[in-house]
C-alpha cells in the first residue's frame, strides 16, 4: 500500500494526508502478491505491470468521469 500512495505523490506532485493506525482484529500481519504460478499455469502476461503507469493511467481516468457534487471519488 505504501507503494502505491508513494507512486500518487509522485504522480500528482501532492503530499497526500496519510493517518497510519494499528492493524484492526481480523487485519492480515502480511500479505505477499507473486503473479508467477498464474503466469505460469494460464501462460499469462499481464498488460501493464509498471505501477507509475498504472497509477498515472487511473488518475487520468478519474479526472475524466464527471462525479456529481459531494461525491467523493
Do not use: C, Y
Request: no cysteine.
Amino acid at each position: 500500500m505504501r507503494e502505491v500512495l508513494e507512486a500518487v505523490e509522485r504522480i500528482t506532485s501532492q503530499k497526500l494526508n496519510i493517518a497510519e493506525a494499528s492493524r484492526r482484529e481480523g487485519d492480515a500481519v502480511m500479505l505477499i502478491s507473486d503473479a508467477e504460478k498464474i503466469k505460469k499455469i494460464l501462460d499469462w502476461v499481464p498488460r501493464f505491470d509498471d505501477l507509475t503507469f498504472i497509477v498515472k493511467s487511473a488518475i487520468e481516468w478519474e479526472k475524466k468521469i464527471p462525479h456529481q457534487q459531494g461525491e467523493v471519488s
